[in-house]
């Protein structure tokens, strides 16, 4: 296909020569080229400038898309995600609301044992239909890469099932995948305790599913009453010896120090971040000055479903950090992949102007997934994963718009995908 898209209202995140990322103050700069076009030929972007410039392409060799008052934004970047699981936690939800924390639910056999159990016994091929149902359904509300954790499984059996249900997916998703092996997510009740696990998951687990070809990433929950720091560290070091890099969940509910060591061992992303002191932040620019930065990645949607303070995503933009935002989908801490609503909580509750939310969600998303080759901007190319808005005088519609759909008309691969 080859298309011209006219008249674009705000043409966001499009340079001639894609940085890697942006971070600090170039977050408020990503680019938005007013009353724009865009060329699209195959599954590339292959031009864009003002419509001053427009090519005129003779009748019937294109296809011409109006855009008037719309704005093209690349699709979003989805870096963390629990995508693949069997059952929602509906159930349990419900004792939250009549009082019992996170914790007390999990102590309570629920939380991710619960998730465990119910995958343990799902069979293959369902818990690949759910899970492309689940994939399918965010495609069209315009993510377009998304990173998948396994984490569900805790037994060797069912984590491979786990990661081969995300290897099958990316031989079918429209979007490019990135698998994580979530080996360190909770302690299984067979085991003594945490470092017992962390052991199986090193000696039997991770180097299997690596020679299987199921790992893109190693993570870790470093958190109290799940992995402890000492077990994160053995986990890292087992993780780059085969060459891997980490993404830890870090900072959901107590700071133990694991982002001074996740930063140490090179990991690509530290998440959640939900409370951070000073030497975190310390620890994370250091890893900037280095080219190759532990990117911090927010998770709203969990902050707003658990009622837990939410990341200072001003306060790391004005450390000069590479702010992400990613969604955390998953059935007990955000039961929604809807990256709209991830950047509209970015705004609303992070302290995020529109454009700078719009980058965490987009550029700096595929670099946490080093995919920034391939995604996160209008870029002559890069893949075409984009999507038209509705009608809008400014991006701040966006937050300000607090239930109204966004994202009309999705493309993927050069492709109208919905819309
Ligand atoms: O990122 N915090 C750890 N893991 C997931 C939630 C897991 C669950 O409760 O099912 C998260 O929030
Ligand atoms: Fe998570």
Redesign the pocket.
């Given at each position: 296909m080859r298309a011209l898209f006219k008249d674009i209202k705000g043409l966001v995140g499009c340079y001639e020569t894609s940085p890697n990322f942006v971070a600090g103050e170039e977050m408020k700069n990503f680019p938005v080229l007013e009353n724009a076009w865009m060329e699209v030929v195959g599954e590339k972007i292959t031009g864009f400038g003002p419509m001053s410039t427009c090519p005129k392409i003779p009748s019937g060799k294109a296809q011409t898309i109006s855009c008037a008052n719309r704005y093209i934004i690349p699709s979003w970047c989805d870096s963390h995600s629990?995508l693949v699981y069997a059952n929602d936690r509906a159930g349990e939800f419900l004792d939250r609301l009549r009082g019992l924390s996170y914790a007390e639910i999990a102590s309570k056999g629920g939380?991710?044992l619960n998730?465990a159990i119910a995958l343990q016994k799902l069979p293959e091929d369902e818990l690949f239909d759910r899970s492309l149902d689940r994939l399918l359904e965010i495609v069209r509300l315009g993510v377009g890469a998304l990173e998948i954790k396994s984490g569900y499984g805790l037994t060797l059996k069912a984590e491979r099932k786990m990661l081969r249900v995300i290897k099958r997916l990316k031989q079918v998703s429209p979007i490019p995948l990135r698998a994580t092996f979530l080996g360190c997510?909770a302690v299984p009740p067979e085991f003594e305790n945490s470092s017992d696990y962390t052991d199986h998951v090193i000696d039997d687990m991770l180097p299997q599913f690596v020679s299987e070809g199921l790992v893109d990433y190693v993570d870790a929950?470093c958190e109290t009453g799940y992995f402890s720091t000492e077990d994160t560290a053995r986990l890292m070091a087992a993780s780059s010896k085969l060459n891997i890099k980490c993404k830890v969940?870090v900072n959901?509910f107590n700071i133990l120090g694991a982002v001074n060591l996740c930063v140490s061992g090179g990991a690509l992303s530290v998440d959640?971040l939900e409370i951070i002191d000073d030497a975190d932040v310390s620890a994370l620019k250091e890893s900037l000055a280095s080219g190759s930065p532990t990117f911090p990645v927010a998770l709203p949607l969990?902050s707003h479903f658990l009622g837990l303070p939410y990341t200072p995503g001003r306060k790391l933009v004005d450390a000069g950090l590479p702010l992400t935002l990613a969604s955390?989908h998953?059935?007990?801490?955000?039961p929604s992949g809807d990256m709209t609503e991830v950047v509209r909580l970015g705004s609303l509750k992070m302290g995020l102007e529109p454009i700078e939310a719009i980058a965490a969600a987009t550029l700096n998303g595929a670099a946490a997934m080093e995919l920034q080759d391939q995604l996160g901007t209008i870029t002559p190319g890069k893949l075409a994963n984009f999507f038209v808005t509705r009608r809008m005088n400014g991006l701040e519609e966006i937050p300000y718009r607090l239930n109204d759909v966004v994202v009309e008309k999705v493309y993927v691969n050069g492709e109208h995908w919905v819309g």
């Open positions: 629990h939380g991710i998730s997510h929950f969940h959901q959640h969990c955390d998953n059935p007990g801490t955000s």
